[in-house]
């Protein structure tokens, strides 16, 4: 997400370091280079010069420019601009106690009826209980794509009829929820290739039947800005009152949701960050502004790992010492439940600078190693010094690796196993506990 942009800018603040004080003419140099970056990006350009200037305002200053550090302060100006440029705060939609009802619009393959399954999912785990409604007549096999997802999260679906009126789809939902209490209805609706009278039509006579609480933009961030103007015209004749941008972890550029709040004026709600079913991710401007900067994004990571604490039941590893290969095991793949080891590592301030550029993790790799330790008898995953050599050609056999694999294995094992060592040596021990229960003279 933002690579381009984000490698950018970074770029351009590692030449700041080291400068001392700066003048006027060195600030506008760098502000040159991070207009560029900008545009390279695919932000809005009138977007660019309002940024460019609301920074230059603040950065060309006497607190700046006579500072001792400078590039810091010149950085954090940067930071809390590309906060407000991205909207400032945290912008969710509204929830009723009882009827929610939430119109899903977009052009086709901006990715709504996967939406529509990812926001039953994340409403379902925080105690909603929502109902999916097929109401795009225009593509079966997206309804056939909604029914799939809603069985694979357990929400019921209510597929609409072609050529159904949209009273009687109403009609049908509130029969429905009289039966079956529902308080959150997604209703993912029919797109087009392009905006047409017709689209527009089937939609606002929808919209007036349920009278939606949200009216709700998907927006493919992939086709950067020149998707925005698709926003005003959704907005024109339905309504619009908050976008959703799928396809943010492709998107290297950015110029979508860098240029999205100032063009449309309309929030952020959330972003598709991959195409698992939790792959969508409330919209955090100040979190997406540190990840551009390098800074990481330390509260999504600890927001993961809680919620990976609360839907795993894996061992926690008992003792540094008897780190065993089923503890390698259940830590990869917890990570690969975060999302992946790079993921996790994009997540984790200056963590982009441990690694040489460009560099990715063999995601084969990975699947290999789980594999060849899943393809060990549990004896052999707690006690890995009995792995010799005709257990080791026995592995490589079961799982379809070769033997120099295997080998290749333990030796990183050996390696981890040794740094964890170390690192439970350097931690600070807790003194022990007074007498609690030590009688008062």
Do not use: C
């Not at 899903?104 to 999916?132: D, N, V």
């Amino acid at each position: 997400m933002f690579e381009s942009l984000g490698d950018r800018l970074q770029s351009v603040f590692d030449n700041l370091r080291g400068h001392g004080k700066l003048t006027e003419v060195e600030v506008k140099a760098v502000l040159r280079e991070i207009r560029i970056a900008l545009l390279e990006a695919d932000v809005n350009l009138e977007v660019a010069k309002e940024f460019i200037n609301r920074v230059e305002e603040k950065a060309v200053g006497s607190e700046v420019l006579l500072s001792l550090e400078p590039q810091e302060r010149v950085i954090s100006i940067v930071n809390d601009e590309l906060i407000e440029l991205l909207g400032g705060k945290t912008v969710q939609p509204e929830l009723d106690t009882n009827k929610n009802i939430w119109l899903l619009m977009g052009l086709q393959g901006a990715g709504k009826t996967t939406t529509a399954g990812k926001l039953a999912y994340k409403y379902k785990s925080q105690g909603r209980r929502p109902l999916l409604v097929a109401a795009d007549t225009q593509r079966p096999a997206a309804r056939e794509q909604l029914k799939i997802l809603g069985k694979q999260i357990k929400v019921p679906v209510l597929a609409v009829e072609d050529d159904e009126l949209p009273e009687t789809t109403i009609a049908r939902i509130e029969a429905y929820i009289k039966e079956d209490f529902r308080d959150l209805i997604i209703v993912d609706t029919a797109g087009r290739l392009q905006i047409d009278d017709s689209l527009m039509s089937e939609l606002d006579a929808l919209s007036k039947a349920l009278n939606p609480n949200e009216k709700i933009l998907v927006v493919d961030s992939m086709t950067g800005q020149q998707s925005l103007p698709v926003v005003n015209s959704f907005d024109e004749r339905i309504g619009v009152s908050g976008l959703i941008l799928t396809k943010l972890d492709g998107d290297a550029r950015g110029g979508a949701a860098l240029s999205a709040r100032h063009v449309t004026g309309k929030p952020i709600y959330f972003a598709g960050m991959s195409e698992k079913i939790d792959g969508l991710e409330p919209f955090h401007p100040e979190r997406i502004a540190g990840r551009i900067l390098g800074m990481g994004d330390v509260l999504t990571l600890i927001e993961k790992a809680k919620q990976l604490e609360e839907d795993d039941d894996e061992e926690e590893i008992k003792n540094i010492a008897d780190f065993s290969l089923q503890d390698m095991l259940t830590q990869m793949r917890r990570i690969k439940k975060m999302g992946g080891f790079m993921d996790v590592m994009k997540l984790i301030p200056g963590a982009n600078k441990m690694l040489p550029a460009g560099s990715e993790v063999d995601e084969g790799e990975i699947a290999r190693i789980e594999a060849i330790i899943s393809s060990m008898t549990d004896l052999e995953r707690r006690k890995p010094r009995l792995l010799n050599a005709s257990r080791r050609k026995r592995i490589a056999q079961g799982s379809g690796t070769k033997i120099q694999d295997v080998n290749r294995l333990m030796k990183n094992y050996e390696q981890m196993k040794k740094m964890l060592k170390g690192m439970n040596k350097r931690r600070p021990r807790k003194k022990p506990k007074r007498n609690a229960k030590r009688k008062m003279r």
